[in-house]
């Protein structure tokens, strides 16, 4: 049964109804607006008289983007909720504050970062984010550990890998991440211009590689993954803040128990797609020298905190040996999945504002340079051994014009 959906004149209503959140804000005197741009949910910001903010984001029972024809149950409210659970439990610095789950109206309430700013929009606009790629990978590394056999008992997992199925959203990425960019589908588009590096990607080899890592996604249940971490999933802070956290992570509804570097590889690609764009705009070469430093920021800061977590272990067969090797094995799969979350993004349904709001020619040498690198990624990720040989700070050179 679909839940009754919010509209901006039954929000404060909604929220005088919860007597949890009296404190929080004063329903009487919230304004409200609308403000979802993602590609599938309500989200509404009400803000009270005393300028006090909460997020309403309530899941709606069909995909956004693509309107009613596309059904999609509103159950993954529940899957974000398990998501904001785990990063409670694990990094509540690094994700909003969560004021629960209303199973009944398929919504959570969290807090209003409205100061913040969508951390897509923030490298769009060629704006640095001091620390965010860090507190990203801080955040894969404690919900990993937190929520695997890392550090919990085996059965216990297996019980929480069941409770947090989600094969509806997982369908979408199988589909739209390592399913659709390699074959004819009405998903699709491209510039005309791009056609031929589209379709060099429908080679065996490339192929191969594609169903090794789509079995990966579906079959290794190591820990709760977020699911869709790309840079439109971090807020960071307005520029100079201090005494916040460096980003905080949010829109966790494609929760699930898949491969760790998953959430590395959305990262990850998604980089390469900002790297792209400065690269195409000629942006000035220290805004480009960071981009290209952000893959190692995360990975580094995500290796560091699991070798502390490490004393913590659930099972002294995790041994120091087995921690390394665990960390090369997420590597590779991080840099594999990031190439597929990038050529998805520039081939599939659902793109990205970097290289979409290019003018033609300039997105057209973005994208050609992301299918290029991503191709290597793919193919090459056994032997890309660290951060610094993904990407040079300027993608285009050796990328035909
Ligand atoms: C049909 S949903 C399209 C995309 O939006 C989400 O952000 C996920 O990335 C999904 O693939
Ligand atoms: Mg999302």
Not at 1 to 20: G, I, W
Not at 123 to 151: C, H, I, K
Not at 301 to 326: G, K, V
Request: hydrophobic letters at 50%; aromatic letters at 8%.
């Amino acid at each position: 049964m679909t839940a009754e959906l919010l509209d901006v004149a039954t929000v404060p209503a909604y929220l005088a109804s919860r007597a949890d959140l009296a404190g929080v804000i004063d329903p009487a005197t919230a304004a409200v607006r609308e403000v979802g741009d993602g590609n599938l949910n309500l989200v509404f910001v009400a803000t009270d008289a005393a300028g006090r903010g909460l997020v309403v984001k309530q899941s709606l029972p069909y995909v956004r983007l693509v309107g009613e024809s596309w059904p999609l149950s509103q159950d993954r409210v529940l899957a974000e909720a398990r998501g904001y659970d785990a990063a409670v439990a694990h990094a509540p610095d690094l994700v909003p504050a969560y004021h629960g789950l209303d199973a009944e109206r398929r919504l959570v309430v969290l807090e209003d970062l409205s100061g913040w700013t969508v951390w897509r929009t923030a490298l769009n606009e060629g704006r640095t984010s001091p620390g965010a790629a860090a507190a990203v990978g801080r955040y894969v590394a404690r919900v990993a550990f937190g929520t695997s056999v890392l550090s919990r008992d085996a059965g216990e997992v297996k019980a929480s890998v069941a409770a947090a199925v989600n094969p509806e959203l997982c369908r979408i990425t199988e589909d739209l991440v390592f399913t659709e960019p390699y074959l004819d589908h009405p998903h699709n588009a491209w510039d005309d211009e791009l056609t031929p590096d589209v379709l060099a990607l429908r080679d065996p080899a490339l192929l191969a590689e594609v169903a090794e890592l789509k079995y990966r996604f579906e079959t290794a249940a190591q820990a709760l993954v977020h699911g869709d971490l790309h840079t439109g999933s971090v807020f960071v802070p307005p520029p100079g803040a201090t005494g916040v956290a460096a980003a905080k992570v949010f829109d966790i509804e494609f929760a699930f128990y898949g491969p760790v570097g998953f959430d590395l590889g959305a990262i990850l690609g998604n980089y390469l797609i900002a790297q792209a764009r400065a690269t195409v705009l000629h942006r000035p070469a220290e805004f480009r020298a960071w981009l290209a430093s952000l893959a190692a920021e995360t990975w580094d800061a995500f290796a560091s905190e699991i070798r502390s977590l490490w004393p913590r272990r659930a099972d002294p067969s995790w041994t120091d040996e087995f921690r390394e090797r665990w960390l090369a094995s997420v590597w590779a799969d991080a840099v594999g999945f990031g190439g597929l979350k990038a050529i998805r993004r520039i081939v599939g349904l659902a793109k990205a504002s970097d290289v979409q709001t290019l003018d033609p020619p300039a997105r057209v040498r973005a994208a050609r340079a992301v299918l290029a690198t991503a191709r290597r990624w793919v193919v090459e990720r056994h032997a890309v051994s660290a951060p610094d040989e993904l990407a040079a700070p300027d993608l285009l050179v050796g990328v035909p014009g």
